[in-house]
């Protein structure tokens, strides 16, 4: 069983930086991608960022220049270094992750973390 696990999220004042962490557990055989998606009240879940298995950094033109994603494949752990925040970046951050267990490929979520930017 496969297990995504966030931390990071908290209070900050606009222009503050925060750092996301993700780690995948459990039967993995091969992480295609993980990256983090965010959830402001009343709207859709909307994509952050995301990083491939060679590297490749992909961003939602909305953090661009600000946030920083990167991965560490030997402990399956991808980061997300968050800087100049925004109030608009406020929201419920989900990590996710795209891999392979020991059966399938499947998507898998993260509980979610509060990040929130206010003065």
């Known amino acids: 069983q496969v297990q995504l696990v966030g931390s990071g999220g908290g209070l900050v004042q606009p222009g503050g930086s925060l750092r996301l962490s993700c780690a995948a557990s459990?039967?993995?055989?091969?992480?295609?991608?993980m990256g983090w998606y965010r959830q402001a009240p009343g709207k859709q879940r909307e994509t952050v960022a995301f990083?491939?298995?060679?590297?490749?950094?992909n961003y939602a033109d909305s953090v661009k220049g600000r946030f920083t994603i990167s991965r560490d494949n030997a402990k399956n752990t991808v980061y997300l270094q968050m800087n100049n925040l925004k109030p608009e970046d406020t929201g419920v951050y989900y990590c996710?992750?795209?891999?392979?267990?020991?059966?399938?490929?499947?998507?898998?979520w993260g509980q979610g973390t509060q990040v929130t930017v206010s003065s």
């Open positions: 996710h992750a795209d891999l392979y267990d020991d059966l399938a490929r499947g998507d898998y």
């Open positions: 459990g039967s993995i055989a091969f992480i295609y991608s």
């Open positions: 990083i491939t298995w060679d590297g490749t950094p």
